[in-house]
């Protein structure tokens, strides 16, 4: 995983270009009638039930649009919410609250969006030992929020890009010419570069985890498109050589199942490319 500055250069990166894209050469609507002495106070209103997540987001955002604005925080990140609370308070100059508000709540609605639905997930699992992973199909432009949003609701990050874990998919095995290939190369590669990164391989069937098997190394093995009973079979196989991971499709209906089969770890897309923003405003004091 990326450690902690990389991740914060990442969220900075968000914030900046965000801005950029929307402010642009100003906000020109509160600058035609709305003095820059004025101060104001706005409040984050929720409008829906679920997870709030974004308001160490929030913070930032503020901060970067303007250090004065002060924020007082009534509910924390993670916290379970409905119709009608209040999150925080933002106040300060009200040219800096407008400029900043679309992009708060752009970021807060999706983020809560995402950390509502991992919450479903993580109590589904409740008592399995199995953790709900999230995946790269994400928002270009805004994974690391993305992420964000899921360990906020309790789930665990896969990896977080191309270059902090080697995941050995099918496209990949067959370019490669087969999975012992496509393995050994990998082991060879990183040896070569230097690189201590973890090593994922996706099995299609019971036959292809049992070659997996026979190499040593492999730190999960992705269970993918299994039914039930394959999946069983498969955490039996593999024992304690390596973690074992279920996906493809799996949806609300279905992870217990699967996690009853004994897997370490369901992984979902759904996460974040399948949610409902949820309904946040912020108001004038």
């Known amino acids: 995983m990326i450690s902690e500055e990389q991740f914060n250069i990442e969220i900075e990166g968000i914030i900046v270009n965000a801005v ?3 402010v642009g050469d100003g906000d020109h609507s509160s600058l035609a009638c709305i003095p820059a002495s004025a101060q104001g106070k706005a409040k984050l209103l929720v409008k829906d039930d679920g997870i709030i997540a974004g ?3 929030a913070k930032r955002v503020f901060n970067y649009i303007d250090k004065d604005l002060k924020v007082e925080t009534l509910i924390e990140d993670g916290s379970k919410v409905k119709y009608g609370d209040l999150v925080f308070y933002v106040e300060g100059a009200s040219q800096s609250i407008l400029k900043a508000e679309r992009l708060v709540l752009n970021a807060m609605q999706r983020m809560s969006a995402i950390a509502t639905k991992t919450k479903t997930f993580v109590d589904l699992l409740e008592g399995t030992g199995t953790k709900i992973l999230d995946t790269r199909k994400t928002t270009p432009g805004i994974r690391a929020l993305e992420k964000w949003a899921v360990k906020i609701g309790g789930g665990e990050n896969h990896r977080f890009a191309l270059y902090d874990m080697v995941m050995l998919k099918d496209n990949h095995i067959d ?6 290939r496509a393995i050994t190369k990998t082991k060879a590669y ?3 570069n230097n690189l201590d990164l973890k090593i994922i391989v996706e099995a299609r069937n019971l036959e292809e985890i049992k070659e997996i098997l026979k190499t040593e ?3 999960r093995i992705l269970i993918d498109n299994f039914n039930y009973e394959d999946t069983k079979k498969a955490v039996a196989l593999i024992g304690d050589q ?4 279920s996906s493809g499709g799996i949806n609300e209906d279905t992870a217990r199942a699967y996690a009853l089969c004994g897997v370490d770890y369901i992984s979902s897309g759904a996460l974040t490319h399948s949610v409902y923003n949820m309904d946040l405003s912020l108001k004038a004091v």
């Open 190 to 192: 990183l040896k070569e």
């Open 55 to 57: 308001v160490a987001f």
């Open 20 to 22: 950029r894209e929307d």
């Open 175 to 180: 370019f490669a010419g087969g999975i012992t």
């Open 217 to 219: 190394g492999v730190y």
């Open 242 to 245: 390596s973690l074992t991971e």
